[in-house]
């Protein structure tokens, strides 16, 4: 990426670009009529690429991921996380996994934290309408378990602004510190933050929320650091807005109108990353009223 071009401006040139929905091989489980996927989460792994997503099938969400040597055939998917027992938190089921990954564009790498790769999830006990937000961890990538302290963070001790449930997570690690973008809703949605030095902590940000919207914004921020600021991307309602920011803390939008595609609708949950000269997002919409997750490279 030419390093006078501004993220913003790759983006918005994807405009021109038709995006492809990502074909997905079978899923685990015979899907039901209600049946659609969410969330995508993209990294590259011992040379091959995993999509990471949540997937409905009537009854509850689930995570699952596929592999790729290439970024448009996937196969070989697997349940990588599931509802969780009765008396646990996500009774009803887990979805919007985010793999902790190194902090640059160009680097969709998972990142290794005490010897262990690290997933935060949404979960919702069977009990509650609210949500609350979890961990997973692995030693081999392969085996997945819940992290003894979930779940993480809750509704408990937050502020009305965050009172009806705590969605969709955005795990990052800087400066020793665990940062945990969130969004959480009451009236409507808003961006916040809690940060930890051991996972079993969280503190609550003293600026939350971090970022809110006219309108309602919808699924998981994405956030991601290029040209030495960082940046998040979120859905609004009607397309994909971006916020700027130095310190990951006080956040700017974009003057920019949101990103839309024609002929997609509750476009959310972006995942972006920079490979082989090319940039690569990654997004759920609904098209023909099926949800599905689209990709655009440019």
């Excluded at 290439?70 to 196969?75: R, S």
């Excluded at 990142?111 to 009990?127: C, Q, T, V």
Aim: glycine share 6%.
């Amino acid at each position: 990426m030419a390093a006078e071009t501004t993220l913003p401006q790759w983006l918005w040139r994807s405009r021109q670009v038709v995006p492809k929905p990502v074909a997905l091989p079978s899923q685990p489980a015979e899907p039901s009529a209600h049946f659609f996927v969410d969330f995508p989460c993209v990294v590259r792994y011992e040379g091959a690429w995993w999509l990471f997503y949540t997937v409905a099938d009537g009854q509850h969400q689930r995570i699952v991921a596929a592999v790729s040597d290439d970024l448009h055939t996937w196969q070989h998917p697997k349940v990588v996380l599931d509802k969780g027992a009765k008396d646990q938190f996500d009774a009803a089921g887990v979805a919007a996994a985010w793999v902790l990954r190194h902090n640059d564009l160009d680097e969709p790498l998972p990142k290794l934290r005490r010897g262990m790769f690290w997933l935060a999830y949404r979960g919702h006990a069977a009990d509650s309408v609210t949500s609350a937000i979890g961990l997973a961890f692995s030693s081999d990538w392969n085996r997945w378990q819940r992290f003894d302290g979930n779940p993480i963070l809750t509704v408990h001790g937050g502020e009305p602004w965050e009172q009806a449930g705590l969605q969709d997570p955005c795990l990052l690690e800087r400066d020793h510190l665990f940062w945990l973008f969130y969004v959480g809703r009451n009236d409507r949605a808003a961006v916040g933050l809690a940060l930890s030095t051991d996972f079993l902590v969280w503190s609550r940000d003293l600026e939350n929320p971090l970022l809110r919207s006219e309108t309602d914004l919808i699924g998981r921020p994405f956030c991601v650091r290029y040209q030495r600021r960082w940046w998040i991307l979120v859905g609004d309602g009607e397309g994909l807005r971006a916020a700027s920011s130095d310190d990951l803390r006080h956040w700017r939008w974009l003057d920019e109108p949101p990103l839309t595609f024609e002929g997609l609708t509750r476009i959310a949950n972006p995942y972006l990353f920079w490979y082989d000269g090319k940039l690569w997002l990654f997004f759920s919409a609904e098209q023909d009223g099926r949800r599905q997750i689209f990709c655009v490279a440019l």
